[in-house]
Structures are given as C-alpha cells and as structure tokens.
C-alpha cells in the first residue's frame, strides 16, 4: 500500500506569493543590508566635517538638510512609482543613493557642494524606502505576512551595529581621503543586484487595489517608519 501525504488535503500555502517572488525577497533584502551597511558610515559624519574645518554650526547645517530631503523624498516615491513603477523607483532610489554617497569624497572640503551631495542622499533614501517596502510586500502570501515583512524591514537599520564601529577603524587607519572609497564598496554591491533584479511591478496598473496612500497608514507600516526614521 502505498501512501500518499497530504492526499485528499488543501494545500498549505507557502509563504511567498510563488518561486520567484522567494528569489526576489531574498535578493532584495541582501542588497538593501549592503546598501544601508555602506549609508550607516553616515554616522561619522560629524567629525569628517569637523576634521575638514567646519565650525559646529556648518556640520550641524549639513546634517539636518538630510531629514528635510528625506521627508520630500518619501513624500515624492509615490507619484514616481506610479510613473515609472515600483522596482524602477527601487533601483533610482538606490542608484542616487550611491552617487551622492561617493560624491562626499569631491565635495567634503566645500560647504554648499557637501548640502547638496546630503541632499541628494536624504531624497535618495526617501525615494527608496516605502517602494522597497511594497516591492517586499507584494513578494509575500498572507500565511507569515509580518514576520517576513519585519525580516525585510530590520535589514535597514541592521548594519548600524555593525557598519559604523567598521567605518570608524578605517578612517582612523586610512584617513578622509580614502574613507568614502573604502566603504563604498558594500553599496556598490548592492545596488548592482537590485538592477539585476526583474518583476517590475506599476502601481495602479498590476497592482489593483492597492494605493500608495492606503500603504503608508498601514498598522505594519508605520512601526518600520518609526523605527528607522533616524537613519
């Protein structure tokens, strides 16, 4: 006799919405931690600025324009989703990301050069968080919803414990000059596996039924925003 398991049995859901959204999660949270491994170098920022010449005054400008990039960068990643699509947002987010992180390394010496580049890098990080966290979504069945979803949310402020102790041995070894290129690396890594990535997916288009808007105020949601605001 032979015996047949689950026979006669619903299937049991998985927890991804198929085979390839499993890929895409996976990938997706691997580069968002080395993305955001090589951004939580940011925290040092002060006493790079403060190194170069700055007064406190000027190092305090340039650190907070980032918050007010960040804000109109979250605020405009829904209209450019809905534009371009969701991945495609992702990867632009991701992209400028890296850009104006390297181009600390050019504009670190001259105050309006080194705003612009914090600017560019807050919109950047604006641009990329709630369309990273729908793409992540849109990957997942209901069946571990939260728990996959949190997975994803924590590899943002994740490399924090690790990146910036990393970040502070090398710049006292190899100095500002070399500081940028040294930590680059990670999101350079990163953001080539998201432009690898496929399943673009358009807001409004193959995605019926789920707004933008409706996302943000999502109970899920919102303790990710709180949670890694202050990156």
């Known amino acids: 006799m032979s015996l047949h398991v ?35 170098a940011s925290a040092l920022f002060a006493k790079l600025f403060a190194s170069t010449g700055y007064r406190e005054s000027a190092v305090g400008a340039i650190l907070a324009v980032y918050g007010v990039s960040t804000v109109a960068g979250i605020l405009t990643s829904g209209l450019v989703a809905r534009r371009i699509g969701v991945l495609q947002t992702v ?35 604006g641009l990329f968080l709630a369309p990273s966290m729908l793409f992540a979504k849109m990957q997942l069945s209901k069946r571990r919803l939260v728990t996959l979803f949190g997975i994803f949310s924590s590899m943002i402020p994740l490399p924090n414990a690790v990146g910036p102790p990393v970040a502070a041995w090398l710049l006292d070894r190899a100095g500002s000059e070399l500081f940028f290129y040294l930590t680059a690396p990670p999101m350079m890594l990163g953001v080539v596996g998201l432009l690898l990535m496929h399943g ?16 943000v105020r999502r109970q899920e949601v919102r303790w990710v925003y709180a949670a890694i605001g202050f990156v």
């Open 200 to 215: 673009n997916l358009r807001l409004g288009a193959n995605l019926p039924g789920i707004r933008y808007t409706k996302l």
């Open 6 to 40: 689950g026979e006669g049995c619903p299937e049991r859901p998985g927890n991804f919405v198929d085979g390839q959204a499993r890929v895409r999660f996976l990938l997706l949270c691997v580069c968002t931690f080395l993305i955001f491994l090589s951004n939580s």
């Open 91 to 125: 990867k632009t987010g991701a992209l400028v990301l890296m850009l104006s992180y390297v181009s600390f390394s050019f504009t670190l010496g001259h105050f309006w050069s080194a705003v612009a580049s914090r600017l560019a890098q807050g919109f950047a990080y």
